[in-house]
T-cell receptor, first 115, second 115 residues
Framework: GNSVTQMEGPVTLSEEAFLTINCTYTATGYPSLFWYVQYPGEGLQLLLKATKADDKGSNKGFEATYRKETTSFHLEKGSVQVSDSAVYFCALSPTANFGNEKLTFGTGTRLTIIP | KAGVTQTPRYLIKTRGQQVTLSCSPISGHRSVSWYQQTPGQGLQFLFEYFSETQRNKGNFPGRFSGRQFSNSRSEMNVSTLELGDSALYLC??????????????FGPGTRLLVL
């Protein structure tokens, strides 16, 4: 079955530090990959996505590249801010399989940015 | 365009009671999925509805059920509540073009506490 393995947290960084949160996946075929973010007391917000190999998703300074050869989708940001403190979830969805598009999530990584 | 809305936002019930949660998807979206989020199990898929039909179901007992109406609004019901049902219940909607790379947009969730 499909699975997502995500970097264990919590992660604490100073403001303006470089961020990497690792994510690897196991899936048949060519899944779509997502990063969602959850702020305290809220639901999930889509941060970025990629639908095929070598695609790069980007948003709000965050980037992730779909690497099929390493089955990875690592999240990066060059300079984090206090407002980036949240829980980040990596997820996958099967592709070209209409009717079976449930998301499989990683365990989440709690990120705290210190001023 | 309004996002996914969920009602109520917070709910307190006692063991043995039943509860109904409601979800209104983004206008035009035809698919609604439900997820349970707990600290121990993370984000787990409950079920997905499309055109008033349940297409997918996760590994939850029969006490968990749902339905979708002709306007795509969805409800989920949990009967005979147990302490372990305390969780954040998230609803997500997508348009469903059938490509498998659909983005699911999440609501703020309903936080259920079972005493």
């Amino acid at each position: 079955g499909n699975s997502v393995t995500q970097m264990e947290g919590p992660v604490t960084l100073s403001e303006e530090a470089f961020l990497t949160i690792n994510c690897t996946y196991t899936a048949t075929g060519y899944p779509s990959l997502f990063w969602y973010v959850q702020y305290p007391g809220e639901g999930l917000q889509l941060l970025l996505k990629a639908t095929k190999a070598d695609d790069k998703g980007s948003n709000k300074g965050f980037e992730a590249t779909y690497r099929k050869e390493t089955t990875s989708f690592h999240l990066e940001k060059g300079s984090v801010q206090v407002s980036d403190s949240a829980v980040y979830f990596c997820a996958l969805s099967p592709t070209a399989n209409f009717g079976n598009e449930k998301l499989t999530f990683g365990t989440g990584t709690r990120l705290t940015i210190i001023p | 365009k309004a996002g996914v809305t969920q009602t109520p936002r917070y709910l307190i019930k006692t063991r043995g009671q039943q509860v109904t949660l409601s979800c209104s998807p983004i206008s035009g979206h035809r698919s609604v999925s439900w997820y349970q989020q707990t600290p121990g199990q993370g984000l787990q898929f409950l079920f997905e509805y499309f055109s008033e039909t349940q297409r997918n179901k996760g590994n939850f007992p029969g006490r968990f059920s749902g339905r979708q109406f002709s306007n795509s609004r969805s409800e989920m019901n949990v009967s005979t509540l147990e302490l372990g049902d305390s969780a954040l219940y998230l609803c997500a909607s997508s348009f469903q073009l059938g490509s498998g790379s659909e983005t699911q947009y999440f609501g703020p969730g309903t936080r259920l506490l079972v005493l």
